[in-house]
Nanobody, 117 residues
Framework: QVQLVESGGGLVQPGGSLRLSCAAS????????MGWYRRAPGKQRDLVAL???????NYAGSVRGRFTISGDSAKNMVYLQMNSLKPEDTAVYYC???????????WGQGTQVTVSA
């Protein structure tokens, strides 16, 4: 079965940087999209950044210019480089994968990112 394992979350001061990683297994080459969502306390889960096969990355407006998503298709990995972090970036970050064959979506378990002085 498909599994997504995130790593790289933690506590960082405002203005700092973190890099999240997500490793996908059990999916082979059947990946239509991979990316990141986040859920801040008391809010819904929202898109952060997404790479869709054959298209440019899609970013939420609040992170564009600060966050960069990248992928390694050979390793079925996706990364999120987060720079100039703000307290409002504090959230649980979830890795997301959409299977190409049927658009079925999978979620990782989430990794906490806390931006605080």
């Amino acid at each position: 079965q498909v599994q997504l394992v995130e790593s790289g979350g933690g506590l960082v001061q405002p203005g700092g940087s973190l890099r999240l990683s997500c490793a996908a297994s059990g999916v082979g080459f059947n990946i239509g999209a991979m990316g990141w969502y986040r859920r801040a306390p008391g809010k819904q889960r929202d898109l952060v950044a997404l790479i869709t096969s054959g298209n440019s990355p899609n970013y939420a407006g609040s992170v564009r210019g600060r966050f960069t998503i990248s992928g390694d298709s050979a390793k079925n990995m996706v990364y999120l480089q987060m720079n100039s972090l703000k307290p409002e970036d504090t959230a649980v970050y979830y890795c997301y994968l959409r299977r190409r064959a049927d658009n079925y979506g999978y979620w990782g378990q989430g990794t906490q990112v806390t931006v605080s002085a």
